[in-house]
């Protein structure tokens, strides 16, 4: 782990734990007892998420002395992020460390996530590219990146577009449970926006059986006339669709060859919005990645 690289230079992992030389004036010297404490503090909780420990084990596997070891361990005990095992012979991470994972990935800012992200698949595609979320039968646009070929679009932050002729709105009802969509669909008024929007439930159903085989939707000027949209779903860490993305410019600029190439562009995006969100599940059909490790 990325701490763990970043202490092999202080503790070698192995061997006996040495007293701290006096200051020298570098780096390392210049680190306080408190810094070197918590530092110290991190490796056992990263050695007790692999498997739980007793004290000498987590010495031999830290190299800090068996002391040392005892006095953290009583530390992190009374701050409930580590308990004993019930035959009390080893320790194990505590639910402290759980309440505090939740509170981390409950604050996650879906715009704050993928703000960067949208901004690669932007200088990527050199589309505008929006994130939208499903609030009732629409979807409302939460941030958009204009594209930097003075291709500009009409819409913006705020604004709401229906779920059945929207690449945002294929891809959030492709994702979530058949019965939902289901339900959805009974609910909206399907009324054509274009002459090429899909009003038939039954095409809309073929559609989003589609989307879910390639890992992609698209709006074939079915929203807005001369303008094309490639969309696909965002995960949370639950695995529930928490909203989408997509690229969108004049139909000229996507043209039925890019197609395919977009779609692997946005669903590999998704899915990387999707990891910094929590979600460790399989990569959706079409996209490289599979789990994480």
């Avoid at 498997?51 to 830290?62: F, K, P, V, Y």
């Avoid at 932050?157 to 294929?170: Q, W």
Wanted: net charge positive; aromatic share 2%; proline share 5%.
């Amino acid at each position: 782990m990325a701490v763990q690289d970043g202490l092999r230079g202080l503790i070698a992992p192995g061997k006996t734990e040495r007293a701290p030389r006096a200051a020298t004036g570098s780096k390392s010297g210049a680190r306080t007892a408190g810094v070197r404490a918590v530092e110290r503090a991190v490796q056992l909780l990263e050695v007790l998420a692999r498997h739980d420990a007793g004290i000498s084990e987590m010495a031999r596997e830290t190299g800090l002395h068996k002391a040392t070891v005892h006095r953290l361990i009583r530390t992190l005990e009374q701050a409930g992020l580590v308990q004993v095992t019930p035959d009390g012979t080893r320790y194990r991470l505590g639910l402290r460390l759980a309440e505090f994972g939740s509170q981390a990935l409950a604050r996650l800012d879906l715009r704050e996530v993928a703000l960067p992200h949208l901004r690669e698949l932007r200088d990527e595609t050199r589309l505008t590219v929006h994130l939208a979320v499903l609030d009732g039968t629409d979807v409302v646009y939460i941030e958009k990146v204009d594209s930097p070929a003075n291709l500009r679009m009409a819409s913006h932050v705020g604004a709401r577009n229906p779920i059945y002729c929207t690449s945002l709105g294929k891809a959030i009802l492709a994702a979530l449970p058949e019965t939902q969509a289901e339900r959805l669909l009974e609910r909206v008024a399907i009324v054509p926006r274009t002459a090429k929007t899909i009003t038939d439930p039954a095409r809309i159903r073929e559609e989003l059986a589609a989307v879910r085989r390639r890992g992609y939707s698209l709006d074939d000027e079915e929203n807005e006339d001369g303008i094309r949209c490639v969309g696909a779903a965002v995960l949370g860490r639950d695995g529930q669709v928490v909203g989408a993305i997509s690229v969108s410019g004049p139909a000229f600029s996507v043209p039925d060859p890019r197609v395919s190439e977009l779609g692997c562009a946005v669903a590999g995006t998704a899915l990387r919005i999707s990891r910094g969100m929590g979600y460790t599940g399989p990569a959706p059909a079409g996209v490289a990645g599979g789990t994480t490790g």
